[in-house]
Structure formats: structure tokens, C-alpha cells
T-cell receptor
């Protein structure tokens, strides 16, 4: 099955700095890579995703890059703000004509200091 | 549009007691899932239902059972609760047959403590 490794487990930055979270996956058939943000005591919510037919996707201050050859993908947050503080999860999955079962990384706790 | 609704939000059980966590979605999604979240362990899949009438084990199914009651509802049952089942439980739903346009939609979670 799929194995997703996520690093770092904790990331502390100053407001305005950039933050990068990296994930690797093992199943070369994976083709969908979402990122979720979970604020303290809240549910995970999708913030951005990327499919295997593109190498990069941006949405305002966040971007995701994908390297299928190396089987890794990363989340980039620029100009971080205190409200970016949360746990971020990456996931990888494939849709072989049936169920969509992502495997999640263990999460990165991002702390943005004012 | 409520999305995914989970009940209860909090529960304390004694070891050996049973309970059912309820989940309902109103987005006409085919697939539903139960995850547990423990510190440092991320989200681990307990059971899932790819479509109405089917259920399958995930990564950590022991001690749990599920029922896909209809397309909207997917319940998780603990027959004899153990302290190791103390966790936060999330229900989620998604479309099937293609990567969903909006990923998973999660419920608000159930914080379960077994003493």
C-alpha cells in the first residue's frame, strides 16, 4: 500500500517568513495530492490540491509543487501570518476506477510567531 | 448546506461499554469514511464505504464495526470500548470514481474518552 512521509513534524517561523512542508510517497500510481489545514479543535479542511498532470499550483499565498519522478510534493506558504498557525496534513491517493482512499502524512504543526 | 454532521461531539465511556457514532452527509456523496486521529499519528482509516451497500476495512479496524445505513448515513460502533480507543474520530465523505473536486469533506469530530 501507499506510504506517505511528512517532514518536519514541527515548524516554527516568524511572521512574514516562508514555510515549506515536504512529503514523499511510495506508490507511483498515486495521482492526487491534497493538503489539509487543521486548526486547533477544528476539522481538517482542504486548502489546495494537485493532480499528477501538473507540476505546480498556486492559490494566493500558498502553492504546491509535485515531482513525480522523485515521488515528492511540497506545500509552500509565503508571507506567513499568525492565522496560518495550524497542523497541516498531506495525502496521496489514486483512483483506479473505484474508491478514493488517501493515505495521510502524520502532520506538521506550523507555528507563526508575531 | 450542512455538509457532514457527526454526533455526538464529546463522549466519555467506561471500559467495556458500547456506543455508536453517527455520521450523515447531505452532499449526495457516494463514499464515506471513518478516521481516528491520535497525537503524532495523523489520520488513520478505520473503515470506509466506497458506495451504498459496501464496507471495507481500513488500516486500524480492530474493535470497530460499521454500517452504511443508506447513501447519507455511515455509523461506527464500538462494541466493547477499551482505553486504547480514546481518540478523536472524524467522519468524511467524497465523490467516487474520480478524484473529488473538493477533496474530502470532514465532519466536526467526536472526542471520545474511555476510562
Amino acid at each position: 500500500g501507499e506510504n506517505v512521509e511528512q517532514h518536519p513534524s514541527t515548524l516554527s517561523v516568524q511572521e512574514g517568513d516562508s514555510a515549506v512542508i515536504k512529503c514523499t510517497y511510495s506508490d507511483s500510481a498515486s495521482n492526487y495530492f491534497p493538503w489539509y489545514k487543521q486548526e486547533l479543535g477544528k476539522r481538517p479542511q482542504l486548502i489546495i490540491d494537485i493532480r499528477s498532470n501538473v507540476g505546480e499550483k498556486k492559490d494566493q499565498r500558498i502553492a504546491v509543487t509535485l515531482n513525480k519522478t522523485a515521488k515528492h510534493f511540497s506545500l509552500h506558504i509565503t508571507e506567513t501570518q499568525p492565522e496560518d498557525s495550524a497542523v497541516y496534513f498531506c495525502a496521496a491517493s489514486r483512483s483506479p476506477g473505484g474508491s478514493y482512499i488517501p493515505t495521510f502524512g502524520r502532520g506538521t504543526s506550523l507555528i507563526v510567531h508575531p | 448546506n450542512a455538509g457532514v454532521t457527526q454526533t455526538p461531539k464529546f463522549q466519555v465511556l467506561k471500559t467495556g461499554q458500547s456506543m455508536t457514532l453517527q455520521c450523515a452527509q447531505d452532499m449526495n456523496h457516494n463514499s464515506m469514511y471513518w478516521y481516528r486521529q491520535d497525537p503524532g499519528m495523523g489520520l488513520r482509516l478505520i473503515y470506509y464505504s466506497a458506495s451504498e451497500g459496501t464496507t471495507d476495512k481500513g488500516e486500524v479496524p480492530n474493535g470497530y464495526n460499521v454500517s452504511r445505513l443508506n447513501k447519507r448515513e455511515f455509523s461506527l460502533r464500538l462494541e466493547s470500548a477499551a482505553p486504547s480507543q480514546t481518540s478523536v474520530y472524524f467522519c468524511a465523505s467524497s465523490e467516487r470514481d474520480r478524484a473529488p473536486l473538493d477533496g474530502y469533506t470532514f465532519g466536526s469530530g467526536t472526542r471520545l474518552t474511555v476510562v
